[in-house]
């Protein structure tokens, strides 16, 4: 099983971006996605998942109203959309699949894609 992240870049804040994470290798519609996020010095924290389906989403408290996760199953990809960013949203975001559930913790994940890095500027 294979993530590629895509999308990442530097925004100024109160911007908008769209990531990507494209899952090959095994059948899509039967993992849990998430999307987790690392800025420098901090542990790495969850950010956003979503059920097999698609009918139920989870969003951090951090970034409820701003983000939205979603999936394309038809696509093999998952994506999140983040509006109205903040400089302390700046990291590098993980996609994550084969969750049991929804809520399951960062260990509880058996892929993840390399990253990609997301800088916002005040």
């Known amino acids: 099983v294979q993530l590629a992240e895509s999308g990442g870049g530097l925004v100024q804040a109160g911007g908008s971006l769209r990531l990507s994470c494209a899952i090959s290798?095994?059948?899509?519609?039967?993992?849990?996605m998430g999307w987790f996020r690392q800025a420098p010095g901090k542990e790495r924290e969850f950010v956003a998942a979503?059920?097999?389906?698609?009918?139920?989403?989870d969003h951090a408290d951090s970034v409820k109203g701003r983000f939205t996760i979603s999936r394309d199953n038809a696509k093999n990809t998952v994506y999140l959309q983040m509006n109205s960013l903040k400089p302390e949203d700046t990291a590098v975001y993980y996609c994550?699949?084969?969750?049991?559930?929804?809520?399951?913790?960062?260990?509880?994940?058996?892929?993840w894609g390399q990253g990609t890095q997301v800088t916002v500027s005040s």
């Open positions: 994550a699949a084969g969750a049991p559930r929804l809520g399951a913790r960062a260990h509880e994940y058996d892929y």
């Open positions: 290798g095994r059948t899509f519609s039967s993992y849990v």
């Open positions: 979503i059920t097999r389906s698609g009918g139920r989403r």
